[in-house]
């Protein structure tokens, strides 16, 4: 178990390193993420609650599409037979899964923090706001992080994560809509706990394809 945390820990340290080299990915999306809530606020000046919640959904989605699709783009025919030879596949995929997560989880709380700064942020459920965006930011992570490992072998990787990727990730969006809702105030709504269980259940069963699936598809 210790060598299996390890290896995990040393390919997420060696995707950062060299997302750190360059950086363009990455600062493309947090410029994306100012972008957006710059330009909404210069269209809208003041929105309501409720667009709120439309807007940061919307930009935290494209934002998590447009990072995690990249996550085997550099993986060519070589390095492919590199890894399948040097680590077991469920490492590879979890270690790509926890750093986009992690990066997911910078790219929230910046936009949270820019869209307070320009926009009035109307959330009083500061907690369970933040659940809503660690449960739908991993549900992301580990829908997208696969979607990009089927999309690499058709040498199409942003339309097949597109197609595939978005009709998979309905129930964990519109889910996290209501919590963030609830958050807000908008909607009195005493199932918060059962919208919770509901969106972690979502997770772990996604997760458990993946994990399931994935070594049959990096060996072929």
């Known amino acids: 178990m210790s060598a299996f945390i390890s290896n995990i820990i040393h390919l997420f340290s060696q995707q950062l390193k060299l997302e750190w080299k ?5 600062g493309g999306n947090l410029l994306y993420v100012i972008g957006a809530v710059f330009i909404t606020y210069k269209i809208f000046n ?5 667009v709120w919640v439309c807007v940061f959904w919307l930009i935290f989605l494209f934002t998590a599409l447009n990072s995690t699709i990249h996550s085997f783009s550099r993986e060519q025919s070589d390095s492919i037979l590199f890894y399948y030879s040097f680590t077991n596949p469920v490492v ?7 750093f986009n997560f992690f990066f997911l989880m910078i790219s929230a709380g910046l936009l949270s923090f820019f ?3 320009f926009l009035r942020n109307p959330i009083v459920d500061h907690g369970l706001f933040f659940i809503a965006m660690v449960l739908s930011g991993l549900g992301f992570s580990i829908q997208f992080t696969f979607v990009s490992a ?18 998979l ?12 809702l609830i958050s807000a105030e908008v909607i009195i709504d ?3 706990d059962i ?3 509901i969106l972690s259940a979502i997770d772990m069963i996604m997760f458990g394809i993946a994990v399931i699936l994935f070594p049959s598809l990096w060996r072929s």
Not at 22 to 26: A, H, L, M, R, T
Not at 150 to 166: C, D, E, K, P
Not at 169 to 180: G, S
């Open 22 to 26: 360059s950086p363009f990915i990455i």
């Open 46 to 50: 003041e929105i309501s609650a409720p």
């Open 92 to 98: 590879l995929y979890l270690s790509r899964v926890i």
């Open 115 to 117: 869209m307070g700064l």
């Open 150 to 167: 089927i999309a690499v072998h058709t040498h199409q990787s942003n339309t097949m994560t597109s197609i595939l990727g978005l009709p």
């Open 169 to 180: 990730i309905i129930p964990i969006l519109m889910t996290a809509v209501k919590l963030t």
């Open 190 to 192: 005493d199932g918060s």
């Open 195 to 197: 919208d919770i269980m």
